[in-house]
Nanobody, 128 residues
Framework: QVQFVESGGALVQPGGSLRLSCVASGSTSDVFVIVWARQVPGKDREGVSCVSVYDGTKYYSDSVKGRFVISRGNAKTTVFLHMNSLKPEDTGVYYC?????????????????????WGQGTQVTVSA
């Protein structure tokens, strides 16, 4: 079993930036794609970005495309989410999870029922 620990969430003003970190431990050899998902108030969790550990492919949802950048650290077990031009609607809890997929496709990165090993999440609040 793999475990994820997220960090980096904070209160930030609209238009600001944050970098979230996700560190995996445990059975990391079983992880193929790492997903950043979020739960905003009143809505279900949604996958917003993901990256394949093996082939480096990436996916971004339309709601964050052009503003967020996902990257891997030197260790394959670390993934960052660089969040720019933040909006109040980005407020929510951001989670890491894994999905068994050959690459970072839209299907695999948005089907939350396929995600496993959810982390505890980190709170992002965008407010003036």
């Amino acid at each position: 079993q793999v475990q994820f620990v997220e960090s980096g969430g904070a209160l930030v003003q609209p238009g600001g930036s944050l970098r979230l970190s996700c560190v995996a431990s445990g059975s990391t050899s079983d992880v193929f794609v790492i997903v950043w998902a979020r739960q905003v108030p009143g809505k279900d969790r949604e996958g917003v970005s993901c990256v394949s550990v093996y082939d480096g492919t990436k996916y971004y949802s339309d709601s964050v495309k052009g503003r967020f950048v996902i990257s891997r650290g030197n260790a394959k077990t670390t993934v960052f989410l660089h969040m720019n031009s933040l909006k109040p609607e980005d407020t929510g809890v951001y989670y890491c999870a894994a999905v068994q997929a050959p690459s970072a496709s839209e299907y695999h990165c948005t089907s939350t029922g396929l995600f496993h090993s959810w982390g505890q999440g980190t709170q992002v609040t965008v407010s003036a």
